[in-house]
Nanobody
């Protein structure tokens, strides 16, 4: 499967963005999908993950209550709705595909990664 992330941009603190992760090559319904982020000089961080059906979701504590992961398998797309953005959310955001446990654990060798999309939150 190939993944393509999009939707990043520049937003003021308190604003919102919605990221999209579109799959090609295989149906996205075959995979749990996760979102990760990496800020300059920092390690990659798990953000959120969704089971293949969307029935189970997991979030990093830092984004709980502000971010929502959802999916539309008919459109081969997973979304990350980000509300009440903070400057510390600034990072390159990546989507990835694997089994749910590996995504939540942040395993390095995941099945597929999308290219990143930059999110910049100004104060």
């Amino acid at each position: 499967v190939q993944l393509q992330a999009s939707g990043g941009g520049l937003v003021q603190a308190g604003g919102s963005l919605r990221l999209s992760c579109v799959a090609s090559g295989r149906a996205i319904s075959n995979y749990a999908i996760g979102w990760f982020r990496q800020a300059p000089g920092k390690e990659r961080q798990f953000v959120a993950a969704s089971s293949w059906s969307g029935g189970s979701t997991y979030y990093a504590d830092s984004v709980k209550g502000r971010f929502t992961i959802s999916r539309d398998n008919a459109k081969n797309t997973v979304y990350l709705q980000m509300n009440n953005l903070k400057p510390e959310d600034t990072a390159v955001y990546y989507c990835a595909a694997d089994i749910l446990g590996n995504l939540v654990a942040g395993t390095n060798d995941l099945d597929a990664w999308g290219q990143g999309t930059q999110v910049t939150v100004s104060s």
